[in-house]
């Protein structure tokens, strides 16, 4: 049997809108195994996100549809399962932080009431030992005084806070597999800190395999193992964190490592990437970065590369990666 707790082969999720079809996510693929955690990054409008929805299966259709793939979870392919089904494993076998907990959390009801629910539903258990779960898992993730905050609704804590309560909703029914989408966009620095030492704290005691979705490098760098770049709804770079940072091959990926702040006595600039990805709708028709990429060629604008494993466990989607030195780019 495999290690693998999640396999994602070619999925494409596309929405079909009056002006035509957008390729949300066009062909992606990756794995995950029990006990790790795979950092997808990538700018606003490349597919994190809606990968994300796709695995949990909760595209809104019309106008999205999942149109090709599959998302072997624990052996079994999500896609070919029953709505039925998908919802006794949604926020049981796997669990989701979204990006904004506000927005997630119900205002009418206290938080304890939130977390005692999904334990209810999934675990069978009654109210009041639902409640005490609750209180256990707020007390978990690091909410002072628990058995008062259990009475709180959400408008009474901090974004902080409220952010503890979705982990502990997400992890309340002990998944196996955790996404997390931005959980840290809205939160200052020191929660912001706080919150991923939580998050890696909780894989290494239930061993949860976590997916972070993230647009920020720095995130990925403290808790990653592995690293999936996406742009234009596609893979372009794949490898262990290490590799990543110290060797990247994609121009992509080497800008992105370039605009993080440095506190070692490098560069203080901070090199953008200059343009904007692309209209879903116009896209060009080779390369997808070809209009931001400073290293372009005829080849780039014509035919799109293939993602191609160019060392083991490493995989990039350039037709010129051979030939530049991104290494020193990056620096």
């Not at 977390?115 to 675990?123: D, M």
């Not at 806070?161 to 992890?171: E, F, G, K, P, S």
């Not at 309340?172 to 919150?195: H, R, S, Y």
């Not at 770079?237 to 490098?266: N, Q």
């Amino acid at each position: 049997m495999s290690d693998k707790i999640l396999e994602v082969n070619d999925l494409q999720t596309h929405f079909f809108l009056d002006k035509g079809v957008v390729k949300a996510v066009d062909g992606v693929s990756f794995s995950i195994k029990q006990g790790e955690t795979l950092g997808i990054v990538g700018e606003s409008g490349s597919g994190k996100s809606v990968t994300s929805a796709s695995i949990m299966q909760l595209i809104p259709t019309p106008p999205g549809k999942i149109v090709g793939g599959e998302i072997i979870f624990k052996g079994e392919d999500l896609l070919k399962k029953p709505m039925k089904e998908i919802r006794k494993i949604r926020g049981n076998e796997i669990s989701m932080i979204f990006q904004e907990p506000m927005t997630s959390l119900n205002p009418v009801y206290t938080v304890g009431d939130q977390i005692a629910e999904t334990i209810q539903l999934h675990q069978g258990l009654d109210k009041k030992a639902a409640l005490a779960k609750a209180v256990e898992m707020l007390e978990k993730v690091g909410i002072p005084s628990p058995e008062k905050r259990v009475h709180d609704h959400p408008h009474q804590l901090s974004g902080g806070m409220r952010q503890r309560v979705m982990i502990a909703m997400a992890l309340a029914c002990n998944p196996d597999l955790l996404i997390a989408d931005e959980p840290t966009t809205a939160l200052d620095v020191t929660i912001q800190a706080q919150i991923l030492e939580l998050m890696k704290e909780l894989r290494d005691e239930f061993n949860t395999a976590i997916m972070l979705i993230t647009h920020d490098l720095g995130v990925i760098a403290e808790v990653a193992d592995k690293v999936a770049v996406m742009y234009g709804g596609r893979v372009v770079e794949y490898s262990d964190v290490k590799t990543l940072f110290k060797d990247p091959e994609h121009p992509y990926t080497a800008g992105l490592i370039k605009s993080i702040p440095r506190v070692d006595g490098g560069s203080t600039r901070l090199t953008p990437i200059e343009g904007n990805v692309p209209d879903p709708f116009n896209f060009p028709q080779g390369c997808k970065f070809a209009n931001r990429c400073p290293f372009a060629t005829e080849k780039c604008w014509s035919e799109e590369p293939q993602l191609e494993e160019i060392r083991e466990g490493h995989l990039v989607r350039c037709h010129r990666w051979e030939e530049l030195d991104l290494k020193a780019e990056s620096k």
